[in-house]
């Protein structure tokens, strides 16, 4: 048995004790704690991870070690909410793996103070970790339950800096464009001109583009015109067109 798979059996047990703890303090009526000690030791093993694999951003990977990604999964699958995989959400759609999570966010160079623009809030945990490194978020999802779940617990864990609505990401959000940043994670064959439109000079935006086969997009809008630059390929669920 590997040293890596001896720390994880050991982590699972620890769960099982914790899980009594947690069940308690629902039952008491108090809200579940943002973060135990165990998810705490195995998100600092998943920022690890992410270092190994090659993200080199220091901030991004503070972002990530902060946010509380098991609060972000269905509760049955908290005890592998930080392992590196896309896990099932409601309504059949997905969190996103923490390492393509990570690539993303790392490409867009936020310094802190950018206005950025996210279509597909999900689970709303990409919402946050972009809150922990920049000025303003806004969120778009078109599942009207999600919107409203991620709404909740977004401002139940304290991120007052992300704005979710509920709508089509094809609209984008026309009455606070320009962004700095627009970060795609649902995926659209081609890129919409209307995000385009509402991305600020200088401005950049990151999506996943494609259908069957996808790759991470990279957009600059910049004096001279825009240019584009592909980086991974990915598989995410896709763009959906409002009805
Ligand atoms: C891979 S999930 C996003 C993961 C999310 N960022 C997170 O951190 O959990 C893609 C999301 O995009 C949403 N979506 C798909 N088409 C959309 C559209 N046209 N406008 C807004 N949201 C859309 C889906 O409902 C889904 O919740």
Redesign the pocket.
Known sequence: MSARAIWQALLGLLLLTQGECMKRNVADGSSPPASTDLQAARRQQMVADLRQQGIRDESVLRAMSVVPRHR?VPERLQGVAYEDS?LP?E?G????QPFV?AHMTELLQLKGRERVL??????????A?LAELAGEVY?????PE?AAQ?RRLLAELGYTKVHVRQ????LGWPEQAPFDRILL??APEEVPQTLIDQLAMGGRLVAPVGGWAQEIVVLDRKPEGITRRTTIPVR???????R
């Open positions: 972000f896309a959400i309504h759609q997905t969190i996103s999570v996210e279509i597909g809030t999900g689970s709303g945990y990409q919402a970790v969120s778009i999802e078109i599942v999600l991620a709508g089509d990401g094809y994670t649902a995410f669920v896709p763009m959906v067109h409002g």
